[in-house]
């Protein structure tokens, strides 16, 4: 059997006000999610439903996961190819499409990485070419347990690569 992780996460709710749910106007949306070791993380719902906008909400949360999964196979698998990346960032986005009745789901999370890699050629001595590096993306949304978890499409459009 292959091994298991576990992931441990606390949430506290603090909107209670003195009134608790009495109507949908009474409570705030206000809570933290909590682990050992790690800063409080101010969560809310998003400012559409009466959250407040300087925390961060669920949807906020599953782009972010998202995008850092990506991110960190990106890494491993430039490592182990010998690219050597000195910087990166995304600009991450996800549509949500709310339904009549007030439900609703993800539609798509588009992930737009820019790599920086140092001069030069791989470590093997391979060019560092877009083509190298748009393998190494689609080799990180195969490998990614959010991407791999989640049930709407992820969509990778890297920029070109950047030299240092």
Do not use: K, N
Request: with cysteine; hydrophobic share 35%; proline share 8%.
């Amino acid at each position: 059997m292959p091994p298991l992780h576990t992931f441990d996460v606390d949430l506290a709710w603090s909107g209670a006000r003195g009134v608790g749910t009495t109507s949908y106007t009474s409570y705030g949306r206000d809570h933290e999610l909590r682990a050992p070791g790690r800063p409080p993380l101010p969560g809310t719902s998003d400012p559409a439903f009466r959250g407040d906008p300087t925390r961060w909400c669920p949807e906020d949360l599953m782009v972010g996961a998202v995008s850092q999964c990506h991110m960190l196979w990106f890494l491993h698998l430039a490592a182990e190819a010998g690219v050597t990346v000195v910087d990166y960032t995304d600009r991450a986005t996800g549509t949500v499409r709310i339904e009549a009745a007030g439900h609703g789901q993800f539609r798509d999370v588009v992930l737009r990485p820019q790599v920086t890699v140092a001069a030069g050629t791989t470590a093997s001595g391979v060019e560092i070419t877009d083509d190298l590096l748009d393998r190494l993306h689609e080799r990180s949304s195969e490998h990614c347990f959010i991407v791999r978890s989640v049930s709407y499409p992820v969509h990778v459009r890297p920029g070109p690569f950047i030299v240092a």
